[in-house]
């Protein structure tokens, strides 16, 4: 067995069926075992953001993705992907190929060097050991094993990145088998912390007037979501979620009231969260659109993470997340079901009209209504991109567990359209990608990615020649009428169709709601080959979502709404 051997061999034993990759010379002795090697499949990218954001759409259905690369200027422009993964808990293998020995021997003692090479030998390594649990350089095929295989658990520990680099001369080496399986090592929690913990969490809920479940991705990362779905049951605690962990169950439950994304949340999720007195934080990661949340209630809210448990302004180190849940279910168990809290009779915000001109929020409804009608959000995944739409599409109830994918927290534009090969593969399901145009015409070559694994992904573009999103944070006035967006924020206008038919995809451009509705049927059909959409919006329209999150809501809303939620906020009597 070589190096290229071991690492497929362990990966295969893992679940990993498909590698996303970009080829190099040094990698070459990699790739070539690998397309020898059954039940493992090289899935070629255009440029390294594709592999980088396919890995990562394909972590978060299978729980391990794959990007192979060459060294420096592979690695380098893979590295924003990789950053997203590690912030949002994506065990994603970077495999990474570089000089050989007598290479590295000359460029040290010589000074000669080699290309892609910054000079520095070990940079990649270095480099990525910011955004990495693990990072490994196998430079001896004896030691290839012990090195893969720590790594690899690191990452089935930690669920985040890791990194693997190999020299080119030691791919073909000789090395030891694979012994027994490789498992995540979760470090224990210290029994008193957790009693300790557990006690206090218990007593707050038991006095909270409103408590409210606030779950986030790690539910999902580290396996949990049977033991959330029991506590949902169990409370009978109305839940929500982060925008990046939204479906982290299903959310055709009564109990779920809306994804909350600070200001941008939908009416019902807004009045909850700004009434309860006791947030349930599980598994979130807790970005800057929860500022208000975090101001307002920081010392009311139990947060639990995959690091620690803080309950109000008391932390509680070597508690575990999965400890933690079970501890506290054994808590609910013991007490008995309970009734669901009613929840308040919020008005809903209004919908517009689905008829006329396009906008994000007609095309929102249009499209998700045929989605739902159709009966097709089982056989779907709904992927946003960092952009208004992300915002309105996260007001979307009743979808299935894992059948929404976001990169919320890193927030790079560009991900949808790249992460949608992965979704593709690893979920088994038709991609419905949003995108904004802006993040589009980063990563526009992915489409031939598509075609050449014969996805059926269909990827709208938001079509509003400018930045919304940025916009809206520097300067909400430009949205006026009359008004116009700063000259950074502005994007050129490109002719889809012929972007469509260069790459040889089926293209389709809609401005109204009679147009998109006509098209949905044809497109959504469409198997063997991907569709982009051109959705045209105008320039000036401000979602009220996104209006919401870049100014303040009114405070007569506020207010109205938090007496509401105190006014139903106790569960009925027994």
Same mark, same amino acid.
């Given at each position: 067995?070589?190096?290229?051997?071991?690492?497929?061999?362990?990966?295969?034993?893992?679940?990993?069926?498909?590698i996303?990759?970009?080829?190099?010379?040094?990698?070459?002795?990699?790739?070539?075992?690998?397309?020898?090697?059954?039940?493992?499949?090289?899935?070629?990218?255009?440029?390294?953001?594709?592999?980088?954001? #396919?890995?990562?759409?394909?972590?978060?259905?299978?729980?391990?993705?794959?990007?192979?690369?060459?060294?420096?200027?592979?690695?380098f422009?893979?590295?924003?992907c990789?950053?997203?993964?590690?912030?949002?808990?994506?065990?994603v293998?970077?495999?990474?190929?570089?000089?050989?020995?007598?290479?590295?021997?000359?460029?040290?003692?010589?000074?000669?060097?080699?290309?892609?090479?910054?000079g520095?030998?070990? #940079?990649?390594?270095?480099?990525?050991?910011?955004?990495?649990?693990?990072?490994?350089?196998?430079?001896d095929?004896?030691?290839?094993?012990?090195?893969?295989?720590?790594?690899?658990?690191?990452?089935?520990?930690?669920?985040?990145?890791?990194?693997?680099?190999?020299?080119?001369?030691?791919?073909?080496?000789?090395?030891?088998?694979?012994?027994?399986?490789?498992?995540?090592?979760?470090?224990?929690?210290?029994?008193?912390?957790?009693?300790?913990?557990?006690?206090?969490?218990?007593?707050?809920?038991?006095?909270?007037?409103?408590?409210?479940?606030?779950?986030?991705v790690?539910?999902?990362?580290?396996?949990?979501?049977?033991l959330?779905?029991?506590?949902?049951?169990?409370s009978?605690?109305?839940?929500?979620?982060?925008?990046?962990?939204?479906?982290?169950?299903?959310?055709?439950?009564?109990?779920?009231?809306?994804?909350?994304?600070?200001?941008?949340?939908?009416?019902?999720?807004?009045a909850?969260?700004?009434?309860?007195?006791?947030?349930?934080?599980?598994?979130?990661?807790?970005?800057?659109?929860?500022?208000?949340?975090?101001?307002a209630?920081?010392?009311?809210?139990?947060?639990?993470?995959?690091?620690?448990v803080?309950?109000?302004?008391?932390?509680?180190?070597?508690?575990?997340?999965?400890?933690f849940?079970?501890?506290?279910?054994?808590?609910?168990?013991?007490?008995?079901?309970?009734?669901?809290?009613?929840?308040?009779?919020?008005?809903?915000?209004?919908?517009?009209?689905?008829?006329?001109?396009?906008?994000?929020?007609?095309?929102?409804?249009?499209?998700?209504?045929?989605?739902?009608?159709?009966?097709?959000?089982?056989?779907?995944?709904?992927?946003?991109?960092?952009?208004?739409?992300?915002?309105?599409?996260?007001?979307?109830?009743?979808?299935?567990?894992?059948?929404?994918?976001?990169?919320?927290?890193?927030?790079?534009?560009?991900?949808?359209?790249?992460?949608?090969?992965?979704?593709?593969?690893?979920?088994?399901?038709?991609?419905?990608?949003v995108?904004?145009?802006?993040?589009?015409?980063?990563?526009?070559?992915?489409?031939?990615s598509?075609?050449?694994?014969?996805?059926?992904?269909?990827?709208?573009?938001?079509?509003?020649?400018g930045?919304?999103?940025?916009?809206?944070?520097?300067?909400?006035?430009?949205?006026?009428?009359?008004?116009?967006?700063?000259?950074?924020?502005?994007?050129?206008?490109?002719?889809?169709?012929?972007?469509?038919?260069?790459?040889?995809?089926?293209?389709?451009?809609?401005?109204?709601?009679?147009?998109?509705?006509?098209?949905?049927?044809?497109i959504?059909a469409?198997?063997?080959?991907?569709?982009?959409?051109?959705?045209?919006?105008?320039k000036?329209?401000?979602?009220?979502q996104?209006?919401?999150?870049?100014?303040?809501?009114?405070?007569?809303?506020?207010?109205?709404?938090h007496?509401?939620?105190l #006014?139903?906020?106790?569960?009925?009597?027994?």
């Amino acid at each position: 067995m070589t190096v290229s051997d071991y690492i497929l061999a362990r990966l295969k034993q893992l679940g990993l069926e498909h590698i996303f990759a970009v080829p190099g010379d040094y990698a070459s002795p990699f790739l070539s075992v690998l397309d020898q090697t059954p039940g493992i499949t090289r899935v070629p990218n255009i440029n390294e953001l594709g592999s980088g954001y #396919a890995a990562d759409g394909y972590a978060r259905f299978r729980g391990i993705g794959a990007a192979c690369v060459q060294y420096g200027v592979g690695t380098f422009s893979l590295l924003n992907c990789t950053a997203g993964s590690y912030v949002e808990r994506l065990p994603v293998v970077v495999i990474s190929a570089s000089p050989k020995t007598s290479d590295r021997k000359l460029e040290r003692q010589q000074g000669i060097l080699f290309h892609h090479s910054t000079g520095n030998l070990r #940079a990649d390594q270095q480099v990525f050991q910011r955004v990495t649990v693990a990072s490994e350089i196998v430079n001896d095929a004896g030691a290839a094993p012990a090195q893969i295989d720590r790594a690899l658990t690191a990452m089935l520990t930690h669920q985040r990145p890791i990194y693997i680099e190999v020299l080119n001369d030691i791919w073909a080496k000789e090395c030891a088998e694979p012994v027994g399986m490789l498992a995540a090592q979760p470090r224990p929690s210290d029994p008193a912390a957790l009693e300790a913990a557990v006690a206090a969490a218990w007593t707050r809920i038991q006095e909270a007037r409103l408590p409210v479940l606030w779950l986030g991705v790690e539910i999902q990362r580290y396996g949990l979501q049977e033991l959330a779905q029991e506590l949902v049951e169990l409370s009978g605690l109305p839940f929500t979620t982060t925008s990046v962990g939204k479906t982290v169950l299903d959310e055709s439950q009564p109990q779920f009231i809306g994804t909350y994304a600070g200001p941008a949340s939908p009416a019902l999720t807004r009045a909850v969260m700004a009434a309860t007195d006791c947030p349930i934080a599980l598994g979130t990661i807790i970005t800057d659109d929860y500022l208000d949340i975090m101001k307002a209630s920081f010392g009311a809210m139990l947060e639990v993470t995959d690091e620690e448990v803080r309950i109000g302004y008391q932390h509680y180190p070597y508690v575990t997340l999965p400890d933690f849940l079970d501890a506290l279910l054994t808590r609910f168990r013991a007490a008995g079901a309970r009734p669901a809290y009613e929840l308040p009779a919020v008005p809903a915000d209004p919908t517009p009209a689905l008829t006329g001109p396009l906008t994000y929020n007609t095309f929102y409804g249009a499209l998700t209504g045929f989605l739902h009608d159709q009966q097709l959000t089982h056989d779907t995944v709904l992927v946003l991109g960092e952009s208004t739409s992300l915002y309105v599409f996260g007001n979307l109830m009743g979808l299935p567990r894992n059948s929404f994918v976001a990169q919320a927290a890193w927030g790079s534009l560009g991900h949808e359209t790249g992460c949608a090969l992965g979704v593709a593969l690893g979920s088994g399901k038709q991609p419905v990608v949003v995108a904004g145009d802006g993040g589009f015409m980063m990563v526009c070559q992915e489409l031939s990615s598509l075609v050449r694994a014969k996805s059926n992904a269909v990827v709208f573009v938001m079509s509003n020649q400018g930045y919304a999103i940025e916009q809206a944070f520097v300067d909400i006035n430009a949205f006026q009428p009359g008004q116009e967006f700063a000259e950074f924020d502005l994007l050129p206008s490109w002719d889809y169709a012929a972007l469509a038919q260069a790459f040889g995809v089926r293209g389709y451009r809609a401005e109204t709601v009679e147009e998109l509705q006509q098209h949905l049927p044809e497109i959504m059909a469409t198997t063997g080959q991907p569709c982009l959409v051109e959705i045209v919006i105008p320039k000036h329209d401000l979602a009220p979502q996104l209006a919401r999150l870049a100014g303040a809501p009114p405070a007569t809303e506020s207010r109205q709404q938090h007496r509401l939620a105190l #006014a139903a906020s106790r569960p009925p009597s027994s």
